[in-house]
């Protein structure tokens, strides 16, 4: 890297090839095939833009490791916003018979959690209130409401779970 950043292109040349398999061992534990390459070539691409920021006095792996660590947690970022897109518009919502169904499902769900999370799911997730108003309608500071939200989704989801 040193010899890279005075302005050899054959020793950059060889810095990358050899950063290549390092990359591919690290990532491949961490992402899908199909992905590798390009996160990859990203994190070749940082390095280029960022090798005027490497100190020699430091260990090069370490830098670069830094670099690679980065773009992969960008990579899970972007992938979670195109998971959390719009549901689409052919979403069908339950009426009639079905409505009923759900409802009384859901009734049987909350049935089974303590009644402090029972009613924070029913305020908030049913109902619709904030956080806030469903504090106050419940006696629960907000800290204990999103806790007790939490752990009955949780539970409800382990029972669901268990039924399949």
Request: aromatic content about 4%; overall charge positive; glycine content about 6%.
């Amino acid at each position: 890297m040193v010899a890279a950043q005075g302005g050899d292109a054959t020793a950059y040349r060889q810095l990358l090839g050899l950063a290549v398999p390092l990359l591919l061992r690290w990532f491949r534990r961490k992402v899908a095939p199909a992905e590798l390459d390009d996160l990859v070539q990203d994190t070749l691409l940082a390095l280029h833009q960022r090798r005027a920021s490497w100190d020699p006095a430091r260990p090069f792996l370490p830098w670069l490791a830094a670099i690679a660590r980065y773009r992969w947690i960008d990579r899970l970022r972007r992938a979670s916003l195109r998971a959390h897109d719009e549901l689409p518009d052919d979403v069908s919502v339950p009426s009639g018979e079905s409505a009923l169904a759900a409802r009384l499902g859901c009734d049987r769900l909350l049935a089974l959690l303590p009644p402090g999370q029972a009613a924070a799911i029913r305020a908030v997730k049913i109902d619709g209130l904030s956080v806030a108003e469903a504090s106050a309608l419940l006696g629960q500071s907000e800290s204990l409401l999103k806790v007790n939200v939490h752990r009955g989704l949780k539970r409800m989801a382990a029972v669901v779970d268990e039924d399949r």
